[in-house]
Each structure stands twice: as C-alpha cells, then as structure tokens.
C-alpha cells in the first residue's frame, strides 16, 4: 500500500482481494464514542479502478459496522477525490457542507 502502516489509526481496515491489499479505510472514534470520522481512505494504484472501487465500498461498510458497535450516532467523512466520493453515496452517506475543506499539519516524524 502508498503509506506506512505506522501512520494507521487502530481503527482500520485493510481489504483485499487474493491476499493482496487492495484498500485502507480508517476512522477515528471521539472519546464520547457518540461519532467517528472516516479520516483515511487509501488504494493501491496497481489495481483496476472497479476493484479499487468495490474494495472502498467494502471497507466503509465495515467501518460503518464498526462504528455502530461503538455506539456511534453520527459518522463523518471529507473528500475531493471524484471516485470516493461516489463511494460514499454509494454507500448511503449524504453530502454535508460543499463549503468546508479538508486541513493537514504533519507535528512529527
């Protein structure tokens, strides 16, 4: 996969297709366990984009899943990526505020 496996939230998915990872989904969960935010979603590039796409939708099924065993109440996303975000209305999510974007600061190596 494109990222260390250090950087994964504990709170992951790794699907894959004849034992070779196709994509990561990633959420973290509030202290309150009352939401999560799908905060990670990654695919290897040497896959089609079907199965790239199909193994997304599998992963934030999961992590939907998961999230409910938590007893979460709401679950959260963000991207600009074309592909994912059809995986998420795919997959039942709801587009929020067009308005908001997406920031990263890295605070360690």
């Keep these: 996969m494109p990222f260390s496996e250090r950087l994964m939230p504990v709170t992951s998915v790794v699907v894959e297709h ?9 959420m973290y969960v509030s202290m309150g ?4 935010d799908i905060a990670w979603i990654a695919a290897t590039p040497d896959a089609t984009s079907e199965l790239r796409r199909e193994a ?30 059809e995986c998420y209305k795919e997959t039942g999510f ?15 190596n």
Excluded: N, T
Aim: a positive charge; hydrophobic letters at 40%.
């Design 18 to 26: 004849d034992e070779r990872p196709i994509a990561i989904c990633s």
């Design 56 to 85: 997304i939708k599998q992963g934030l099924r999961h992590l939907e899943y998961w999230a409910k065993e938590l007893g979460c109440l709401m679950l959260f996303a963000e991207s600009g990526h074309p592909a994912i975000m």
């Design 33 to 36: 366990r009352e939401m999560a």
């Design 94 to 108: 709801k587009l929020g505020d067009d308005r908001a974007q997406h920031f990263f600061k890295r605070v360690g």
